[in-house]
């Protein structure tokens, strides 16, 4: 997406310094003068990796646009990332490479884009969305109808070819529904990965909410095509075989978990992975319990070093993230304890925590450690959590 989006803005005349994250050239390097910043990336994980990096070249004045999917939370913690003398402004775009490079995507803008409207018409039309954070919001809603719409048709293909229909005559017939437009772009499987079943499972997962019950549905059957191998493929792949769950018995459906394992890990695609010796939550029946998280980015970086303010808002976005996944909110967190190592820091930490517990408080225990497990760390938050029954 941001090669055809870099090339628009060149033909358009703006002077453009592209950089991507195989690249040699430091990112502060690349964006040091530069009025406007662009980033087009693949998860939360990785744009605040790429923009903590960018800090020191980043000048006062300069706007950042921020074009990758991420959610609305993930919005708000770049805002306290980046400081007050960089705008922001949250951009996520409906449409593919063919689009992209048309000049014809979609672009869901949240916040004052009075800065870089221009440049951003250059990519599309654009829609104001609202305050900071509605665009990302915006775009996740859409993508909460449009993906599972598409593996609703996966099943639907299935349906009809073990009933002897015709897949070429089943595409007609849709086409003259509200499905059609849909139907019509799996009529012939696509070569050219136009949006990574990959990327339509993370943004379902950044979507997640308890009562979600249908795109809950499409994201289990997403995650088991990635498992698959299909990840790197175009979402269109999921209307293909899909390999079914290799646990014996039968599977939960909602999780697709075994529910003979009395211990059921949990650990989602969109936080970065551990390294193998835990799991970031474990479910055992209807209870979860959730593994001390810290402020790491997907290459097990520290997030922010030294700051209690961004780590705890990393902290909690993961926790969010994996609750959701599990049909639960934080009404449902049952005891949390949280590890400081300054408790001065405590404040600060509040604030953080008081915008996502918001409800009857759980039980707690906070306490003061001399250090975590990786220097800079600041924060360490474990939970357990009484879930939702099924």
Known sequence: MGAPMARRLVAAGHDVTT????????????????????????DPAAVREVLTA??????????????????????????????????????????????????????????????????????????????????????????????????????????????????AALIDVLTGTPLGALAERLRVPSAETRYSLAHATKDLELGAWPDATMATAARTRLQRARAAGLGERDLSAVAGPVAPSTAPGRADERTGADPARRAVPVNLATIPATNGAYSHAVRAGDTLYVSGQAAFDERGEVVAPGSMAAQAEHVFQVIARILADQGAGWEDVAFIRSYLTDMDDRAEYGRVRRRYLTGTPPASTTV???KLFMPGLVLEVDLIVALPAR
């Open 19 to 42: 950089w991507q994250r195989s690249g040699g050239v430091p990112v502060a390097t690349a964006v040091a003068g530069a009025d406007l910043v662009i980033t087009m990336l693949s």
């Open 54 to 167: 960018a800090l020191p070249g980043l000048r006062p004045g300069a706007t950042v646009v921020e074009m990758s999917t991420i959610g609305p939370q993930a919005v708000h913690g770049l805002r306290a990332l980046l400081p007050p003398s960089v705008a922001l402004v949250d951009a996520p775009v409906l449409g593919s490479v063919g689009p992209a490079t048309e000049g014809k995507l979609t672009v869901l803008a949240g916040g004052d884009v009075s800065g870089c409207r221009t440049v951003l018409s250059v990519l599309g039309s654009v829609r104001e969305c609202g305050p900071l954070g509605s665009g990302a919001a915006m775009k996740i809603a859409v993508m909460s109808a449009l993906v599972p719409a598409q593996v609703l048709l996966a099943e639907t293909f299935a349906y009809g070819a073990a009933h002897g229909v015709d897949r």
């Open 368 to 370: 003061e450690v001399s």
